[in-house]
Each structure stands twice: as C-alpha cells, then as structure tokens.
C-alpha cells in the first residue's frame, strides 16, 4: 500500500490559489491518486481522481509528474466554504485497498 | 450525482446494547461496500470490506464478532456494534463502490454513535 504524506495544515484567505501536495513514494502501477473533502460531522466527498498528469473537473486540479511519486491538489480561488480537511488516497481502485492518510485541514480566513 | 444514506444519522444506546447502522445506495448498485470509523480530529479507519453475497474482510485489529457486517444485496449493507461501550463512541461512516464505474466510491453522511 503506497503510503501517503501531506502537510497537516495550512492557511488561506479568501480568493487565493490553493495548492495541496501528497507524496506517494511507493505508489504502484495500478494505483490512482484521489482526493476527498471532509467538512466536520460529514462524509468525505469526492473532488477528483487521476492516474498521470493533469485531471481538471469544475472544483479543482490535479497535478500529477511523470514519476507519479507526489500530486497537487490546486483549489482556484477558495472561499470560507472551503475550510475543511482534504484526503489524499493513492491505492489500486480494483483490489479494495483505499485507505486514507492524516489529511490536510485547510483554513480560509476572510 | 450517486447517492449514499445511512440511518440512523445518531443514536445513543446504553452500555451492554447493540445498535444497527444502515448503508444504503440509493440510486446504483454496490458490490463493494466499506466501513469506517472516526475518531475526532482524527482520520477515517477502515474497519471492513463488505461484498454482497459474502463474508467480511475485517482489517487487523477490529473484532470481527462485536462488528457484524451484512452486504445481503447490492445497495444494503449494516454495521451491528454487538454489546456496545463507551469505547465505542465514535462516528461511523460507510462507503459504497459503484459496480459499473469500479473507480468511483461514494461516501455516506455518517452515523454518530454515543454509547452511555
């Protein structure tokens, strides 16, 4: 299973760029890379997934290097509504072994 | 969008209870279904892999017979906490797979379990 580090916390104001890195150093062939959001007493929910380079739905970016070794979550423009914890899961979509890391808790100041 | 549900959303039971959580996929069907838990400030534990038609794959650690899982059809799965503790407390959340689109996993609101 591809261990996943990100950083525990960071700090924003409102209108800026976001960007989240999680390094995945032993990250497998078969693995995919995708992040959740997770406002407190709810359920993850899904922002976006990718396997190699760049993956970009109506929420965010994903950012993937060719060695696949990290990936940049990029939230355009937050808002205080974006305060919230951000997951990183690398694991092989297909064998069932998704597991999440410590997250990222993400403050946006006004 | 897919949709996940789970009931109750909060339940208080005395020490010595058990407690039934529902997970339902409301508008796909899941063969794979998973169970977490959570702790606050904390990061979501995977406690079981549920596939319908069959037994649980339980992680190291968690006690298979206090947690009683049961996928009986592709869009129900329940987590029974057997003879519940304090220790229990905690919230619960499942997640359902997609049975078409394997890459996509949807995420219950959770259950908030307090044990008295």
């Known amino acids: 299973l591809a261990k996943t580090t990100q950083p525990i916390s960071m700090d924003s104001y409102e209108g800026q760029e976001v960007n989240i890195t999680c390094s995945h150093n032993n990250i497998a062939t078969n693995d995919y890379i995708t992040w959740y959001q997770q406002f407190p007493s709810q359920g993850p929910r899904f922002i976006i997934q990718?396997?190699?380079t760049k993956v970009t739905n109506e929420v965010a970016s994903l950012f993937i290097p060719a060695d696949r070794k990290s990936s940049t979550l990029s939230l355009p423009r937050v808002s205080l509504s974006d305060t919230a914890v951000y997951y990183c899961?690398?694991?092989?979509?297909?064998?069932?072994?998704?597991?999440f890391g410590a997250g990222t808790r993400l403050t946006v100041k006004p | 969008g897919a949709v996940v549900s789970q009931h109750p959303s909060r339940v208080i039971c005395k020490s010595g209870t058990s407690v039934k959580i529902e997970c339902r996929s409301l508008?796909?069907?899941?063969?794979?279904m998973f169970w977490y838990r959570q702790f606050p400030k904390q990061s979501l534990m995977l406690m079981a892999t549920s596939n319908e038609g069959s037994k649980a794959t339980y992680e190291q650690g968690v006690e298979k017979d206090k947690f009683l899982i049961n996928h009986a059809s592709l869009t129900l799965s329940t987590l029974t906490v057997t003879s519940a503790h304090p220790e229990d407390s905690s919230f619960y959340i499942c997640?359902?797979?997609?049975?078409?689109?394997?890459?996509?996993?949807?995420f219950g609101p959770g259950t908030r379990l307090t044990v008295t």
């Open positions: 899961l690398v694991g092989d979509i297909y064998n069932n072994d998704m597991r």
């Open positions: 508008d796909f069907q899941a063969t794979t």
């Open positions: 997640s359902a797979r997609h049975t078409g689109h394997p890459y996509e996993q949807y």
């Open positions: 990718g396997y190699k």
